[in-house]
Every structure is written in C-alpha cells, then in structure tokens.
C-alpha cells in the first residue's frame, strides 16, 4: 500500500529548456505538498541525474533544442535497470502524444497547463511507480525466501537419503547376524517407501 507520504516523498525531475515552464511546475508541485523536486534545462544531463538520483518520475518535455525528449527517453531506456520508464511528457502539440506513448513514456500532460490535470496525472503516475517498485522488492524477497527454504529442503532430503541408507545397512547386518538393529535411544526410525 502506497500512502500519501510515500507519494508526496516521491523523487521528481523537471526537464524543460523553457525556465517560465519550470518555474511554475516546481511551485505548483511544492504548493501542493511535493517534497523532492528537481529540475534540469539541459537534457543531455538527464541520464547522468537519473543514474544519480533515481527518480520515481521524469516530468519530460518534448521540444527542446540539442536533444529532444524522445532521444531522452532512448538513453533513460538504456540506462534503466528494471526496463521501467516512468516519464510524463509535456507537449503542446497533441499529434505528438501517441509517439510519445510508443517511445515509452507513461502519460502526458498538455500546454497550457491545467493545474489540476497536472497534479492528478503525477499523483497517479508516482503511485504507480511506487506500487510498481514495492511489488519488485516484495517479488525479491520472496525469490530469496523460495531459495531459502528450498536449499532448506534439499538438506533435509539428503540427511533423511543418508538416514535410509544407515538403517538398510544396519537392517541387512541384523538379518545376516540375527541381532535387532542398533539405533541410538530415542531415535525414531525413517519410513521406507
């Protein structure tokens, strides 16, 4: 479960090369109660920040000069461990949202800013991203917990294997000598099958 700290703790990067759109998405994120904002006007440094800081979401625009927001989003592809990109593009132009979607981004938002559409797509989008890592580490540790007990069981089939073989041996010594077996007090003796 995702709580409302989680989401308002959540690590957010700005990339825009506009400082006017910067500026007003970092104070309205920070109004609404956003405690780990960040921003870049430089895109070429967005794979570098990630790698650094590991965002929960990229706030990514399309259009900016050098590197556009697609070739950011090939580079954060390869650098992302889990295949995972969790970027909500900003884009004034709607022809541009179903390639942005293909290239891997995760939702959108349009300019003119609409105040509430945008806090509600990030809200979601760090609540899935969040979701999404918690279901990995929960995934790991059970991996870890089925390697456990597994090894666990593997000894155990090997000390009951040796156990079996014990009692065959000293079974076999009885019938040719006509003695009852000798099992230390106490000890119960394994079922053949």
Not at 18 to 28: D, I
Not at 104 to 128: C, Q, S
């Amino acid at each position: 479960m995702v709580s409302a700290e989680m989401i308002f703790a959540g690590k957010i990067l700005i990339v825009d090369d506009q400082p006017a759109n910067v500026q007003l998405l970092e104070l309205m994120l920070q109004r609404e109660g956003y405690l780990c904002v960040s921003s870049t006007m430089d895109p070429a440094g967005v794979c570098d920040l990630h790698l650094k800081n590991r965002y929960d979401l990229i706030l990514l625009d399309l259009h900016m000069p050098g590197m556009d927001g697609f070739q950011v989003m090939e580079n954060l592809k390869k650098i992302e461990p889990d295949n995972y990109l969790s970027v909500l593009v900003v884009t004034a132009q709607p022809s541009q949202k179903l390639r942005a979607l293909q290239a891997g981004a995760k939702d959108f938002i349009g300019k003119p800013f609409d105040r509430l559409e945008v806090l509600t797509r990030i809200r979601n989008m760090l609540e899935v991203r969040l979701l999404h890592k918690e279901a990995k580490t929960h995934s790991w540790l059970l991996e870890g917990l089925v390697q456990e007990r597994t090894a666990e069981l593997r000894r155990s089939e090997e000390k009951l294997r040796e156990l079996r073989r014990e009692f065959a041996a000293r079974s076999s010594q009885c019938v040719c000598h006509g003695t009852q077996p000798d099992f230390p007090a106490g000890a119960s003796l394994p079922r053949l099958s």
